[in-house]
């Protein structure tokens, strides 16, 4: 794994913003994604409970529910 270090909130948004629109493993050379899975639920969590105040958030969580 290059580049990200896929552990801040940043990484955790383009993750799930990749995963939601079923582009995550493209970006294996990235990402650690096996970190990602891994750790997916509590990061969905985290996203969730932030989507009250980050509007970035919100419109993550909102593509997983229209997914």
Known sequence: MAGHCSRCA???RTMATLDAIGE???FAGV???P???????VILADLR???A???IDR???ALFTAA
């Open 35 to 41: 970190y990602y899975r891994k750790n997916r639920d």
């Open 24 to 26: 995550i493993d493209n």
């Open 10 to 12: 940043k990484c955790y």
């Open 31 to 33: 990402f650690d994604v």
């Open 53 to 55: 105040e980050s509007p």
């Open 49 to 51: 409970r932030r989507a």
């Open 59 to 61: 419109s993550i969580v």
